[in-house]
């Protein structure tokens, strides 16, 4: 029995760097980098923005097939998953607007698949972020040998944001919840603006009544989108239990997401945990 999977690179809206992504075959690994992270315009009604997304190939791959299209995407409120739909499927999409190419090509190792997009604003478009993703999915080949057995082939899949915003879009949010919960801590927040907004942040953990900070939880990297679900939880592992023991500590986090100001809140928490980080 042979099965096939695809291994997605997790989207991620504020991702600042480039990487490379391995997918392990049967026989062989590919290996590729692509730029930019994310596709971010500034837009206004009527217009057409023109860019290009490029995808290059390790020199020690194989020769491999892409096909590229364009999908609707949002977060689930744990901020675990991603899901993906026909562009179109949400209310401030703007896959619609995309068109690419080219759609498919083989990419020979070292070598790079550009992808030109055009966006074209609707004239009578409303102020806010819309956004969309690019997908580049790997195209296995029909003519490959199957592997003998029961077998499972990975193949590569990325998946870019694209961003647009209108001009005098509305910013806003605020913390709805502050969480510790087994090694992790947490705060929920509200986008109650109409643009997608990223997400910097950090958990401060002291003794009650003192002012000297214990250890610090940093997040980063993240969105908080207005739509579908306009709340989302994002997380951080706590550190090792030498560092923050079991004990009562008050938990302040601060919370950067692009406005004039910072968001805080602040809660004293129980925090009990095992005697050391890895023992029993």
Request: charged share 20%; with cysteine.
């Amino acid at each position: 029995m042979h099965m096939h999977a695809t291994r997605r690179t997790a989207l991620r809206a504020t991702l600042a760097l480039t990487f490379l992504f391995v997918v392990l075959g049967p026989a062989y690994a590919i290996g590729f980098h692509f730029s930019p992270a994310n596709i971010n315009v500034q837009a206004r009604p009527g217009e057409v923005i023109n860019t290009t997304f490029n995808l290059t190939l390790s020199a020690d791959s194989q020769p491999t097939r892409f096909s590229a299209h364009i999908e609707d995407w949002w977060r689930s409120t744990d901020n675990n998953q991603t899901f993906f739909a026909s562009p179109g499927t949400i209310k401030r999409s703007c896959g619609p607007w995309c068109a690419i190419n080219p759609v498919e090509a083989t990419v020979k190792p070292g070598e790079t698949m550009s992808v030109r997009l055009s966006i074209r604003v609707p004239p009578d478009v409303m102020p806010g972020g819309y956004w969309a993703a690019l997908t580049l999915d790997e195209v296995p080949n029909p003519l490959a040998p199957k592997p003998s057995g029961v077998a499972m082939t990975f193949t590569g899949s990325v998946s870019v944001g694209i961003f647009v915003e209108i001009p005098n879009a509305t910013r806003a949010a605020r913390i709805t919840a502050v969480r510790v919960s087994g090694d992790k801590v947490s705060v929920t927040l509200r986008n109650e603006g109409n643009i997608p907004l990223r997400v910097n942040g950090k958990f401060e953990f002291r003794k009650p009544g003192e002012e000297k900070v214990i250890t610090t939880v940093e997040i980063g990297g993240e969105v908080l989108l207005p739509e579908p679900f306009d709340t989302c939880e994002f997380s951080a592992a706590l550190p090792s239990v030498e560092v923050l023991p079991s004990g009562r500590y008050n938990v302040r986090v601060i919370v950067d997401v692009g406005l004039d100001y910072l968001m805080g809140a602040q809660k004293e928490v129980d925090l009990k945990r095992p005697e050391t980080s890895g023992g029993r």
